[in-house]
Each structure stands twice: as structure tokens, then as C-alpha cells.
């Protein structure tokens, strides 16, 4: 089963209604839960609320209304005697949650965003002393993640520790996971990476042996070099432009003088 079925997702509809100057207040609320495509394991319930408290709440794994307060229960027998009643529930059941759960899973819960992993130290590595790796996973969606550590392919269970998703406030999340260990010469360190974008899992591998300084220092080098070798390039092109133009010149000159010389005899 992929990540992106181990969850229960619930829709809510609210209708809120306000009598007079007195606080008169009434709630009806719909729920719609689920954890399955196919909607094979579906329940629906129908909640009424007067002045802040649920008094009815009609239950579709039932069949029928509970109530849960004396005026509840007294409505509730009324509405459980009632046939039709009853049919009209598990009809609505189908028009509201059947309904918005096709838009919900086309619109939000099938779009997934992949996340950006970022794998760094925090302590110098050292064959003394522990290391402190940390990997980070960024802007990704849905929520529903698993982030591990591997040593030469084995997952690590212990000197773990995970932050919760994190949201970032514009529907995307991340997460941070510490891992801290004895280095040993010659062993892999990875951190492995489950997410409903990815085909099948990321593995991304430490390299011990190049800081995440040193990576900079090579990429500005490499970037310095690309750059050096352009304007290299653009200045000798530069220069046999002119230098060509340059032997037109004096040509075009000594042919004129010659022309000036012939016409002077």
C-alpha cells in the first residue's frame, strides 16, 4: 500500500443558521470519512448542534440517529421511526460525499510535489569522535513521508531523531532527520527518502570525504573556470576580428597609395 493511502481524510460541510437578538444559534454539520479510493470504506454522519451542543447525530455504520442529550434522544426515536427518514440519510450520504470526494481527489489529493532533498553535516567527521549528519526534505506534497538512514544498505534504528512535517504555510512541508554515529572507514552512509511523487524510493549517499564547504569551493571553482575559458575565448575571437581588419586597412591604404603613385606618372 503507498503512502498516499495510509491516511483518513474527512470532508466537512457546515451550515450555520442565527434566530434573533436572543443568540439562537443552529449548526448542521456533515462529515465524510474515508481512507480508500474506491470509497468501499465510507461513513457518513449528519450532526445537529443548538447553542454550541450536539444534540442528534445520525450515523451511517448504524443506520441511525444517536442522541445525546434528553431533547436528542426524544427527536431521535422521532426520526428512527421514520423509514424514509432514514433512506433520505443514506441518500445524501451518496450526493454530498460521493460527489466532493471525486473533485477533492482530482483537485488536491492526487497532485503531489517532489521533495527537494538536502543531505549535510554538523560536527567535523572524525574516527574519535561522533558525527552529526543531517538530512533535510523540502517542499514536498502531500504530508505523508518516511525518511530513513541506511549504513552499507541496513536501516539504522537507533540514534535517530525526526522533526514532525513541517508545514511551510502555502501547502507545501518538510522534515528534518538527525542521525549520529562512529564513522567507519570504508562504510556507506545514506539517507533513503518514501514520498507519493517519488516512482520508487530516493537514496541519496554521504560522502564523507567532501564538506559541504569544499562542494561550494569546487562548484565556484568550476563555474570560475567555465567563465574564464568564455571571455578567453570571446577575447581571441575579439582579437582576430581586429587583427583582420587591421590587414584589410593597411591593404586598402597601400592600395590606394599605389593607385595615387600609378596617377602621379
Known sequence: MSLSNLRCIGLLFVFNLFFGTDGYYLQMQFDCMFSRKDLQDIKFAEHFFFNKVEHVRYNSTLRKYIGYTEFGMKNAQILNSDPAKL????????????H?????????????????????????VSSKHPALLVCSVYNFYPKAIRVMWLRDGEEVTFDVTST??????DWYYQVHSHLEYMPKSGETISCKVEHASFPQPKVVHWDPFMPES????????????VLGVSIAAAGLIYYKKKSHGAVVREAFLLAVKNVSYEGGK
Do not use: H, W
Open 214 to 225: 569544499e562542494r561550494n569551493k569546487i562548484t565556484i571553482g568550476a563555474s570560475g573556470l
Open 87 to 98: 433512506a433520505e440519510e443514506q441518500v445524501r450520504m451518496d450526493s454530498y460525499c460521493r
Open 164 to 169: 514532525e512535517e513541517l508545514s511551510d504555510g
Open 100 to 124: 466532493f470526494v471525486s473533485l477533492v481527489y482530482s483537485n488536491i489529493l492526487e497532485k503531489t510535489a517532489e521533495p527537494y532533498i538536502k543531505l549535510r553535516s554538523l560536527k567535523p
